[in-house]
């Protein structure tokens, strides 16, 4: 029978209506009315203080995941050398890890790449899982998927993460589907819920407008990828873990591709990650020829030039030099702020840089809220005024 009203007890007070995700609750007459279109969710039920709403409905068990232990990180690798995300979810997994009271290990897959092993365990690594075949020296979605899979079978993992990379966002879902678990992805921030002990995984909703935190209850391993720049890296030299060899036992034929070139971009990448220095634009830049002028200032300081949303909307940067909720995270130390108003959905992407220099006319800008210097005035002005200072320093 699902969900339904005890109209004698029901005021109208409107809270189910209002909880109600789906829509299916209307109040007629005074007095709430459930539609077809009810899930038996249940959200109605905890927001009802007059015991009005009823159900039939009986919740839905949460399986016993005792045996479920582990924080596991895929350690990616390019050409045998490991990208930096890997390093900054090791940091992270060590702290979910550390609240949980289990180890972390990280998955590292390719082919002579043991080497890497021992950085892994010097950034938070207990365990390294190593996979080494031929066939996983270039990266093969069904391959690095199989591995990644009997690897989860076998050990029985109750986290697993991976960075969003255009492989971390080609293999994450993949895997997922494979061994059946949800999957959150593009996520901002993790953390473990003190009561359930469950991992809490935060992300950007509704184009960056708000942040939805989400949790998975019903299967494990609980699965996120999280954006890179996002967590820290910690090095801890002389660390020590266990080093464990994985036979891959895979095959050309159930891998079903075949890479037949590699071939490097010509363009020339963005490194917004690594960047010690930002120079970012936003609205106040005016237009592309502004923009021109934020390039300068970042070659000066040896930089990356970026932008918020609206400057890539406008057409003034390229979307990869985005920074904020729904571009790029990044962490440098010095970050321009240049024209931004410092709406929340841009801090997000900028807020661990160690100092903020914040230019704007309007001295009310909530750039200026995290900025560790601010310059009120035209940038029209400001920047070109700096960029003679540097070279007449550097001269």
Known sequence: MGVWVEVDLCNGCKRCMKACPYGAVEITDGKAHIQERCTSCGACLQVCKQKALQTDAKP?????????????????????????????????????????????SALLLGHKVSDLARTLIEYGADKVYLADHTALESYRTNAYTKVIERLAAEHRPNILLMGATHIGRDLAPRVSRRIGVGLTADCTELSIDPAEGILLQTRPAFGGNVMATIA??????????????????????????????????LSEKEIGTRVLEKVQEQKKRVNLADAKVVVAGGRGVGDAKGFQVLEQLAAALGGEVAGTRVAVEEGWIPAERQIGQTGQSVRPEIYIACGISGAIQHRAGMSDSRYVIAINKDRRAPIFQVADWSIVGDLHDVVPAMIEELKGKKG
């Open 60 to 104: 839905k068990e949460i399986p016993d995941f005792s045996d479920r232990k582990g924080v596991w990180v895929f350690a990616e690798q390019r050409d045998g050398k490991l990208v930096r995300v890997s390093l900054e979810l090791l940091g992270k997994g060590r702290m979910l890890a550390a609240e949980l009271k289990q180890e972390v």
């Open 216 to 249: 998975n209850r019903y299967s494990r391993p609980q699965m996120a990828t999280v954006r890179p720049g996002v967590m820290e890296a910690v090095h801890r030299p002389g660390s020590k873990g266990q080093i464990i060899a994985f036979e891959a036992a």
